[in-house]
Nanobody, 121 residues
């Protein structure tokens, strides 16, 4: 059974920071790339950041320089450090397991339950 459990969301003021965590079952984590997606009300789910099993990363243009994805293979956990948060970052953030091909990330149908991030004054 594949399990992805996100945590760390909340309410933060513009310019603030949050760190999201996603704990994954070992069988899926060790061999796969991992990604963070987000979905705002009325919008499609979008890829925010992804990381290969070896640690290579890529980011959506909207978060480059503000967000950092990382992984701790010993803890089967992937993180998303979010700095300089903006109101437009408000969304439900989802953890995903997938694969990397030709420089791009592709999701498997393994998703966490999501964690709400709200950026508001």
């Amino acid at each position: 059974q594949v399990q992805l459990v996100e945590s760390g969301g909340g309410l933060v003021q513009p310019g603030g920071s949050l760190r999201l965590s996603c704990a994954a079952s070992g069988s899926i984590f060790s061999m796969n790339a991992m990604g963070w997606y987000r979905q705002a009300p009325g919008k499609q789910r979008e890829l925010v950041a992804a990381i290969t099993s070896g640690g290579s990363t890529n980011y959506a243009d909207s978060v480059k320089g503000r967000f950092t994805i990382s992984r701790d293979n010993a803890k089967n956990t992937v993180y998303l450090q979010m700095n300089s948060l903006k109101p437009e970052d408000t969304a439900v953030y989802y953890c995903n397991a997938g694969f990397w091909y030709s420089g791009s990330y592709y999701p498997y149908d393994y998703w966490g339950q999501g964690t709400q991030v709200t950026v508001s004054s």
